[in-house]
């Protein structure tokens, strides 16, 4: 099986857990078998492998992301990366080009695409792997998963299907109605369109050259940029005659605000939380090395994170956009695909940041032009290379960088760091990277 996993997100909505590098898809909030937590793309990974331990999975996404997908996900798992955003249809040919130019993947086989964070159980998996075999045996060129709607909801388009069959030919599409035309649309049989299907990779592959001119996948990167931003619902699916879908009535939920992630929280908190007892259907998530006392809260969503703190009526939390909007900050957390990072305290002329590095893992051999930088190691060991010159580092060490010169530091064990960075104009931008040989 093949799949292509889409991950977006702007991060808004679930502020303050998740902003411009760690969309939804990237908390922690499951509780696993061991007792640990993990987040909705670690959850859906492991219910495809478990249905299909030889699937090869793609995740196309932003550049942003890669650090955090590596981070959760481990070097294994196969990224198609987006020069920019261009909405769905060019985010799946590159992915499909992908596919076939890089990973050698036959234009006979099937390709089934979805979202990479629905929360959903091992049933709507199996359920993939039959829409990418209906793909290879059926006539139609798309087999779309149409899911049993539970309610009239505003959220979704709808499939209109020709009959109540499990697998029957697509009528027509909706776009996303009012509640009165969305209860319509399911008195007629319709079916939420959950942007799940499968095709033969050569299908997408020749939709690719007809609408975008595309010759391989080397030459669709470098003018993904030039491309016209449109969805594959618009551009491919609205349009093709030879088309199916198969029903799926299984649990399948979007949890793409606080009122319905908290409804899929196995406990009422994660983190340092304290409740008493008049306290009713209220979560808290808790980042922060603080307790959060909650009294006589009522349908109440409290968030903490290094990013800042949420405290909403659930109803409400649905509005949190445009407020995020106006929060112009620097991100204070991010995993990375060596560890994480955690800024602690900033000023006008000093940022402190606490780095935690994984075994075996290390920073860029970089140089900073406008910043001096002072590392004191909390735990672990490792070795610092500083312009050339290796030493070992434990718990208790410290290492001043000055402007201008070479360093890196590398993990034998996992290694936490404090660093100082000291300087008149700390930026981002103000870093060069250097190849390093060890």
Same mark, same amino acid.
């Given at each position: 099986?093949?799949?292509?996993?889409?991950?977006?997100?702007?991060?808004?909505?679930?502020?303050?857990?998740?902003?411009?590098?760690?969309?939804?898809?990237?908390?922690?909030?499951?509780?696993?078998?061991?007792?640990?937590?993990?987040?909705?793309?670690?959850?859906?990974?492991?219910?495809?492998?478990?249905?299909?331990?030889?699937?090869?999975?793609?995740?196309?996404?932003?550049?942003?992301?890669?650090?955090?997908?590596?981070?959760?996900?481990?070097?294994?798992?196969?990224?198609?990366?987006?020069?920019?955003?261009?909405?769905?249809?060019?985010?799946?040919?590159?992915?499909?080009?992908?596919?076939?130019?890089?990973?050698?993947?036959?234009?006979?086989?099937?390709?089934?695409?979805?979202?990479?964070?629905?929360?959903?159980?091992?049933?709507?998996?199996?359920?993939?792997?039959?829409?990418?075999?209906?793909?290879?045996?059926?006539?139609?060129? @798309?087999?779309? *998963?149409?899911?049993?709607?539970?309610?009239?909801?505003?959220?979704?388009?709808?499939?209109?299907?020709? !009959?109540?069959?499990?697998?029957?030919?697509?009528? =027509?599409?909706?776009?996303?109605?009012? /509640?009165? =035309? /969305?209860?319509?649309?399911?008195?007629? &049989? /319709?079916?939420?369109?959950?942007?799940?299907?499968?095709?033969?990779?050569?299908?997408?592959?020749?939709?690719?050259?007809?609408?975008?001119?595309?010759?391989?996948?080397?030459?669709?990167? &470098? #003018?993904?940029?030039?491309?016209?931003?449109?969805?594959? !619902?618009?551009?491919? +699916?609205?349009?093709?005659?030879?088309?199916?879908?198969?029903?799926?009535?299984?649990?399948?939920?979007?949890?793409?605000?606080?009122?319905?992630?908290?409804?899929?929280?196995?406990?009422?908190?994660?983190?340092?939380?304290?409740?008493?007892?008049?306290?009713?259907? #209220?979560?808290?998530?808790?980042?922060?090395?603080?307790?959060? @006392?909650? *009294?006589?809260?009522?349908?109440?969503?409290?968030?903490?994170?290094?990013?800042?703190? @949420?405290?909403?009526?659930?109803?409400?939390?649905?509005?949190?956009?445009?407020?995020?909007?106006?929060?112009?900050?620097?991100?204070?957390?991010?995993?990375?695909?060596?560890?994480?990072?955690?800024? @602690?305290?900033?000023?006008?002329?000093?940022?402190?940041?606490?780095?935690?590095?994984?075994?075996?893992?290390?920073?860029?051999?970089?140089?900073?032009?406008?910043?001096?930088?002072?590392?004191?190691?909390?735990?672990?060991?490792?070795?610092?290379? +500083? !312009? &050339?010159?290796?030493?070992?580092?434990?718990?208790?060490?410290?290492?001043?960088?000055?402007?201008?010169?070479?360093?890196?530091?590398? /993990?034998?064990?996992?290694?936490?760091?404090?660093?100082?960075?000291?300087?008149?104009?700390?930026?981002?931008?103000?870093?060069?990277?250097?190849?390093?040989?060890?």
């Amino acid at each position: 099986m093949n799949i292509i996993l889409l991950s977006g997100g702007s991060g808004k909505r679930l502020w303050p857990l998740s902003n411009d590098i760690r969309s939804k898809q990237f908390i922690r909030i499951f509780r696993t078998e061991d007792g640990e937590y993990e987040s909705m793309v670690q959850r859906v990974y492991r219910q495809i492998c478990a249905v299909d331990a030889d699937a090869g999975v793609t995740i196309a996404t932003s550049r942003t992301q890669v650090s955090a997908i590596h981070n959760q996900l481990g070097e294994k798992v196969g990224v198609c990366v987006e020069p920019c955003r261009r909405d769905t249809f060019p985010a799946i040919a590159l992915a499909s080009a992908y596919l076939h130019d890089v990973k050698g993947v036959s234009e006979e086989e099937a390709v089934v695409v979805c979202p990479v964070d629905p929360y959903v159980e091992q049933d709507y998996f199996e359920a993939l792997k039959k829409l990418g075999e209906l793909a290879v045996s059926e006539d139609a060129n @798309l087999v779309l *998963m149409g899911i049993e709607p539970t309610y009239p909801s505003e959220k979704y388009g709808y499939i209109i299907p020709s !009959d109540s069959s499990s697998v029957s030919k697509v009528e =027509t599409f909706k776009e996303k109605p009012d /509640a009165a =035309t /969305a209860a319509e649309y399911i008195s007629q &049989g /319709a079916l939420w369109n959950g942007g799940v299907f499968a095709y033969k990779l050569k299908y997408v592959l020749e939709k690719a050259r007809e609408l975008i001119g595309y010759a391989d996948y080397e030459e669709l990167y &470098g #003018t993904y940029d030039s491309l016209p931003k449109i969805s594959f !619902d618009y551009a491919v +699916v609205e349009k093709e005659p030879k088309i199916e879908v198969m029903r799926f009535a299984g649990q399948w939920k979007d949890l793409g605000t606080w009122n319905t992630l908290t409804e899929a929280m196995e406990d009422p908190s994660i983190g340092n939380t304290i409740f008493n007892d008049t306290c009713e259907n #209220t979560h808290v998530i808790n980042e922060l090395n603080v307790p959060v @006392l909650c *009294m006589g809260l009522k349908d109440v969503v409290v968030s903490a994170s290094p990013e800042g703190i @949420l405290v909403s009526d659930k109803e409400q939390s649905s509005y949190i956009k445009p407020y995020v909007d106006q929060i112009d900050q620097q991100i204070m957390f991010a995993e990375k695909s060596w560890g994480s990072f955690r800024v @602690l305290d900033v000023e006008a002329d000093s940022l402190t940041i606490k780095v935690t590095l994984n075994p075996g893992h290390s920073m860029n051999y970089h140089s900073h032009d406008r910043r001096d930088e002072v590392w004191t190691v909390i735990s672990g060991e490792g070795r610092t290379i +500083v !312009d &050339g010159m290796e030493q070992p580092v434990k718990a208790g060490d410290v290492v001043t960088m000055q402007a201008g010169c070479r360093h890196t530091i590398i /993990a034998d064990t996992e290694l936490q760091v404090i660093e100082v960075q000291l300087g008149k104009e700390i930026s981002v931008d103000d870093k060069h990277k250097y190849e390093l040989e060890i």
